[in-house]
């Protein structure tokens, strides 16, 4: 194993305790969801050995093939990318959580009458419709389908702060949203905000689930 991944795994617990300090929180109500996409299994076991429980993937391919392999090590499969209709069956036999409910034909998927996923409802905080998520005009009625439907449980809100703006300002926003999903839904009260460069910000506005890639694993190899 690499002294580099220990380490930077280090750095990133306690620029997370840092965070949850400045903003008066229990670090203890914070999840770091390590993003290994692109990255070997190899790379993931090493995590798990440095007591690493909750790993993302954002393809299903490559995260059904990791998960069936590393199925030994008892990690916690989180999906945050963007999820097809027809994987959805497929993608809750190993994920624990899908990060990225942001469409109709999504939610009528993932109904089930025998058998719960945790979600988030993915928000889209620009204009442009292709960067995935929910317009927040049009959170309350598709929250309201998320709630009737079967076999999902609703964890509250996620999303990835855009290019052009401060992060902070982008995540305030969707604690505004959150506050509003509360009056409808009280227990769905989860953030999952905060990449590499802005999980301090993604903290301040109180975020619950962050979602850490290049700063802990390194670099990603080049997509094949
Ligand atoms: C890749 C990815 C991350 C992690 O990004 P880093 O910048 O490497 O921390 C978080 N969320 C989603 C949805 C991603 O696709």
């Known amino acids: 194993m690499t002294q580099g991944l220990s380490d930077?795994?280090?750095?990133?617990?306690?620029?997370?305790?840092?965070?949850?300090?400045?903003?008066?929180?229990?670090p203890g109500g914070i999840t770091t969801i390590?993003?290994?996409?692109?990255?070997?299994?190899s790379l993931v076991r090493d995590l798990a050995a440095l007591g690493v429980r909750d790993v993302g993937?954002?393809?299903?391919?490559e995260a059904q093939a990791k998960?069936?392999?590393?199925e030994d090590l008892d990690l916690r499969w989180h999906f945050v990318g963007q999820l097809q209709s027809k994987k959805a069956r497929q993608a809750r036999e190993y994920a624990s959580v899908?990060?990225?409910?942001d469409r109709l034909s999504?939610?009528?998927?993932?109904?089930?009458?025998?058998r719960v996923v945790d979600g988030f409802i993915q928000v889209n905080l620009t204009d442009d419709p292709g960067r995935g998520g929910v317009a927040p005009g049009e959170l309350d009625a598709f929250a309201e389908r998320v709630l009737a439907t079967a076999g999902i449980r609703l964890l509250g809100l996620m999303a990835v702060a855009p290019l052009d703006e401060p992060a902070r300002a982008a995540f305030a926003r969707v604690r505004a949203m959150s506050d509003r999903l509360r009056s409808i839904a009280p227990?769905?009260?989860a953030l999952s905000m905060g990449m590499s460069h802005d999980f301090r910000d993604a903290i301040?506005?109180?975020a619950t689930h962050l979602r850490i890639g290049t700063a802990i694993t390194g670099n990603r190899p080049v997509a094949g």
């Open 34 to 41: 390590v993003v290994t996409k692109f990255q070997p299994e």
């Open 187 to 189: 227990e769905a009260s």
């Open 67 to 70: 998960a069936r392999a590393l």
């Open 106 to 114: 999504l939610v009528d998927a993932l109904r089930s009458d025998d």
């Open 204 to 206: 301040l506005e109180g």
């Open 57 to 61: 993937e954002n393809r299903h391919q």
């Open 98 to 101: 899908i990060h990225s409910i």
């Open 8 to 26: 930077r795994l280090e750095s990133v617990r306690s620029a997370v305790a840092d965070a949850a300090a400045e903003a008066g929180r229990d």
